[in-house]
Protein backbone atom coordinates (compact mmCIF):
# COMPACT_ATOMS: atom_id res chain seq x y z
CA UNK A 1 0.00 0.00 0.00
CA UNK A 2 0.99 3.62 -0.27
CA UNK A 3 2.98 5.32 2.55
CA UNK A 4 3.07 8.90 2.90
CA UNK A 5 5.97 9.87 5.63
CA UNK A 6 5.98 13.25 7.77
CA UNK A 7 8.69 14.14 10.00
CA UNK A 8 7.13 13.76 13.85
CA UNK A 9 7.86 17.26 14.48
CA UNK A 10 9.05 20.99 13.14
CA UNK A 11 9.74 23.69 16.05
CA UNK A 12 9.67 26.99 14.57
CA UNK A 13 10.40 31.11 16.26
CA UNK A 14 7.61 33.24 15.60
CA UNK A 15 8.09 35.06 11.91
CA UNK A 16 10.40 32.84 10.80
CA UNK A 17 9.23 30.15 7.89
CA UNK A 18 8.06 26.71 8.52
CA UNK A 19 8.29 23.73 5.88
CA UNK A 20 6.61 20.57 6.52
CA UNK A 21 7.66 17.53 4.09
CA UNK A 22 5.56 14.70 2.95
CA UNK A 23 7.19 11.65 1.38
CA UNK A 24 5.86 9.57 -1.29
CA UNK A 25 7.03 7.25 -3.87
CA UNK A 26 6.38 9.67 -7.43
CA UNK A 27 4.05 11.27 -5.09
CA UNK A 28 4.67 14.55 -7.77
CA UNK A 29 2.16 12.45 -10.08
CA UNK A 30 -0.13 13.18 -7.14
CA UNK A 31 -2.31 15.57 -5.88
CA UNK A 32 -1.72 16.53 -2.14
CA UNK A 33 -4.32 17.97 0.19
CA UNK A 34 -2.90 19.22 3.82
CA UNK A 35 -4.71 19.62 6.66
CA UNK A 36 -4.34 21.44 10.29
CA UNK A 37 -5.59 19.76 13.28
CA UNK A 38 -5.44 21.37 16.68
CA UNK A 39 -6.22 19.94 20.15
CA UNK A 40 -9.86 19.00 20.40
CA UNK A 41 -10.86 19.91 17.17
CA UNK A 42 -11.89 18.61 13.44
CA UNK A 43 -9.44 19.08 10.76
CA UNK A 44 -9.07 21.95 8.40
CA UNK A 45 -8.38 21.76 4.66
CA UNK A 46 -5.45 24.16 4.46
CA UNK A 47 -4.09 23.41 0.34
CA UNK A 48 -5.88 21.50 -1.87
CA UNK A 49 -4.52 19.87 -5.22
CA UNK A 50 -0.98 20.83 -4.03
CA UNK A 51 -1.24 24.44 -4.06
CA UNK A 52 -4.55 25.85 -4.05
CA UNK A 53 -6.13 27.66 -0.86
CA UNK A 54 -9.39 27.23 0.42
CA UNK A 55 -11.40 30.54 0.86
CA UNK A 56 -10.36 32.17 4.38
CA UNK A 57 -7.05 30.50 4.54
CA UNK A 58 -4.10 32.95 4.51
CA UNK A 59 -1.58 33.54 1.61
CA UNK A 60 0.99 32.30 4.51
CA UNK A 61 0.20 28.53 3.83
CA UNK A 62 1.69 27.78 0.80
CA UNK A 63 2.19 24.02 -1.09
CA UNK A 64 4.28 22.92 -3.24
CA UNK A 65 4.97 18.85 -5.35
CA UNK A 66 7.61 17.90 -7.05
CA UNK A 67 9.37 13.81 -7.59
CA UNK A 68 9.08 12.09 -4.57
CA UNK A 69 8.02 15.35 -1.64
CA UNK A 70 5.49 17.75 -1.39
CA UNK A 71 6.00 20.21 0.93
CA UNK A 72 3.49 22.93 3.36
CA UNK A 73 5.01 25.82 3.81
CA UNK A 74 4.11 28.34 6.58
CA UNK A 75 5.70 31.52 6.32
CA UNK A 76 5.69 34.09 8.93
CA UNK A 77 4.73 31.67 11.53
CA UNK A 78 2.08 32.51 14.42
CA UNK A 79 1.41 31.09 17.81
CA UNK A 80 -1.68 30.18 16.30
CA UNK A 81 0.04 28.24 13.83
CA UNK A 82 0.59 25.32 16.45
CA UNK A 83 -0.93 22.77 15.32
CA UNK A 84 -0.85 18.79 14.01
CA UNK A 85 -0.47 18.76 9.98
CA UNK A 86 -1.20 15.92 7.55
CA UNK A 87 -1.01 15.39 3.88
CA UNK A 88 -3.34 13.43 1.95
CA UNK A 89 -3.51 11.68 -1.65
CA UNK A 90 -5.47 9.47 -3.89
CA UNK A 91 -3.44 6.49 -4.41
CA UNK A 92 -4.96 5.12 -7.50
CA UNK A 93 -3.60 1.39 -7.82
CA UNK A 94 -5.51 0.62 -4.20
CA UNK A 95 -8.43 3.05 -4.90
CA UNK A 96 -7.78 4.16 -1.35
CA UNK A 97 -7.27 7.76 0.28
CA UNK A 98 -4.24 7.85 2.41
CA UNK A 99 -3.01 10.04 4.75
CA UNK A 100 0.36 10.76 6.02
CA UNK A 101 2.17 10.53 9.72
CA UNK A 102 1.17 13.60 10.79
CA UNK A 103 3.53 16.44 11.57
CA UNK A 104 3.40 18.58 14.83
CA UNK A 105 4.37 21.85 14.75
CA UNK A 106 5.50 23.85 17.52
CA UNK A 107 6.09 27.63 17.72
CA UNK A 108 9.09 28.45 20.03
CA UNK B 1 -23.68 28.28 7.30
CA UNK B 2 -21.82 24.27 5.47
CA UNK B 3 -22.48 22.17 8.73
CA UNK B 4 -22.00 18.68 8.95
CA UNK B 5 -23.53 16.83 12.41
CA UNK B 6 -21.95 13.16 13.28
CA UNK B 7 -24.32 11.38 15.46
CA UNK B 8 -24.69 7.71 17.05
CA UNK B 9 -21.17 7.13 18.32
CA UNK B 10 -21.07 5.49 21.99
CA UNK B 11 -19.75 2.08 24.30
CA UNK B 12 -20.24 -0.54 22.73
CA UNK B 13 -19.20 -4.80 23.35
CA UNK B 14 -17.31 -6.54 20.60
CA UNK B 15 -18.54 -8.18 18.01
CA UNK B 16 -21.76 -5.41 18.13
CA UNK B 17 -23.38 -3.47 15.62
CA UNK B 18 -23.59 0.83 15.92
CA UNK B 19 -24.59 3.23 13.14
CA UNK B 20 -23.44 6.49 12.69
CA UNK B 21 -25.23 9.40 10.65
CA UNK B 22 -24.44 12.33 9.58
CA UNK B 23 -26.67 15.47 9.24
CA UNK B 24 -25.98 18.03 6.43
CA UNK B 25 -26.70 21.60 5.64
CA UNK B 26 -26.01 24.35 3.80
CA UNK B 27 -24.75 23.17 0.96
CA UNK B 28 -26.11 20.94 -1.85
CA UNK B 29 -25.18 17.82 -0.05
CA UNK B 30 -26.52 15.41 -3.41
CA UNK B 31 -23.97 16.97 -5.29
CA UNK B 32 -20.88 16.26 -3.34
CA UNK B 33 -18.90 12.99 -2.33
CA UNK B 34 -18.75 12.44 0.75
CA UNK B 35 -16.39 10.46 3.74
CA UNK B 36 -15.68 9.03 6.83
CA UNK B 37 -12.75 9.31 8.41
CA UNK B 38 -11.00 8.04 12.10
CA UNK B 39 -9.00 8.87 14.13
CA UNK B 40 -7.69 6.41 17.14
CA UNK B 41 -6.96 8.47 20.62
CA UNK B 42 -3.07 9.48 20.53
CA UNK B 43 -3.09 9.22 16.38
CA UNK B 44 -3.02 10.19 13.27
CA UNK B 45 -5.95 10.17 10.83
CA UNK B 46 -7.32 7.15 9.11
CA UNK B 47 -9.75 6.99 5.96
CA UNK B 48 -12.26 5.01 6.40
CA UNK B 49 -14.96 5.09 3.41
CA UNK B 50 -16.11 7.42 0.64
CA UNK B 51 -19.49 7.52 -1.13
CA UNK B 52 -19.98 9.20 -4.44
CA UNK B 53 -22.26 12.15 -4.88
CA UNK B 54 -25.16 9.75 -5.97
CA UNK B 55 -24.26 6.59 -4.02
CA UNK B 56 -23.86 4.70 -6.77
CA UNK B 57 -19.45 4.64 -6.20
CA UNK B 58 -18.57 3.19 -2.78
CA UNK B 59 -14.73 2.77 -1.46
CA UNK B 60 -13.31 1.47 1.90
CA UNK B 61 -10.11 0.68 3.42
CA UNK B 62 -8.71 -2.51 3.91
CA UNK B 63 -9.44 -2.51 7.66
CA UNK B 64 -12.89 -1.98 7.59
CA UNK B 65 -14.07 -3.57 4.34
CA UNK B 66 -16.69 -6.66 4.27
CA UNK B 67 -17.78 -5.11 8.22
CA UNK B 68 -18.74 -1.46 7.68
CA UNK B 69 -20.90 -0.24 5.39
CA UNK B 70 -21.50 3.48 3.93
CA UNK B 71 -24.80 4.87 2.49
CA UNK B 72 -26.29 7.95 1.91
CA UNK B 73 -30.30 9.56 1.66
CA UNK B 74 -29.92 12.53 -0.42
CA UNK B 75 -33.90 12.99 0.56
CA UNK B 76 -32.50 13.96 3.84
CA UNK B 77 -29.42 15.49 3.69
CA UNK B 78 -27.79 12.33 5.24
CA UNK B 79 -24.59 9.84 5.58
CA UNK B 80 -24.50 7.04 7.42
CA UNK B 81 -22.13 4.11 8.29
CA UNK B 82 -23.16 1.07 9.19
CA UNK B 83 -20.67 -0.76 11.68
CA UNK B 84 -20.92 -4.17 12.29
CA UNK B 85 -18.55 -6.71 13.79
CA UNK B 86 -16.79 -3.75 15.96
CA UNK B 87 -13.24 -4.77 17.03
CA UNK B 88 -11.13 -2.80 19.55
CA UNK B 89 -9.23 -1.01 17.31
CA UNK B 90 -12.52 0.46 15.67
CA UNK B 91 -12.30 2.50 19.29
CA UNK B 92 -11.60 6.01 17.53
CA UNK B 93 -13.71 9.45 17.27
CA UNK B 94 -15.24 8.90 13.47
CA UNK B 95 -15.43 12.32 11.51
CA UNK B 96 -17.98 12.84 8.06
CA UNK B 97 -16.18 15.05 5.45
CA UNK B 98 -17.17 16.77 2.14
CA UNK B 99 -15.53 16.09 -0.59
CA UNK B 100 -13.88 19.19 -2.61
CA UNK B 101 -15.23 18.55 -5.98
CA UNK B 102 -18.76 18.56 -6.90
CA UNK B 103 -20.17 15.32 -8.89
CA UNK B 104 -17.34 13.42 -7.33
CA UNK B 105 -17.56 10.00 -7.98
CA UNK B 106 -15.29 9.45 -4.96
CA UNK B 107 -12.41 8.60 -6.54
CA UNK B 108 -9.66 11.34 -5.68
CA UNK B 109 -10.06 15.18 -4.11
CA UNK B 110 -9.67 16.75 -0.89
CA UNK B 111 -11.93 17.10 1.96
CA UNK B 112 -12.85 21.21 2.94
CA UNK B 113 -15.93 20.52 5.37
CA UNK B 114 -15.32 18.35 8.51
CA UNK B 115 -17.88 17.91 11.39
CA UNK B 116 -17.06 17.88 14.73
CA UNK B 117 -16.31 14.07 15.27
CA UNK B 118 -18.67 11.33 16.98
CA UNK B 119 -17.08 8.97 19.07
CA UNK B 120 -17.08 5.33 19.32
CA UNK B 121 -15.40 2.98 21.82
CA UNK B 122 -15.61 -0.62 21.26
CA UNK B 123 -14.95 -2.49 25.08
CA UNK B 124 -16.43 -5.43 26.71
Known amino acids: SYVLTQPPSVSVAPGQTARITCGGN??????VHWYQQKPGQAPVLVVY???DRPSGIPERFSGSNSGNTATLTISRVEAGDEADYFCQVWDTDSDHYVFGTGTKVTVL | QVQLVESGGGVVQPGRSLRLSCAASGFTFRTYGMHWVRQAPGKGLEWVAVVSYDGSSRYYADSVKGRFTISRDNSKNTLYLQMNSLRAEDTAVYYCAKAVVEYSSGAGGGMDVWGQGTTVTVSS
Open chain 1, 49 to 51: DDS
Open chain 1, 26 to 31: NIGNKN
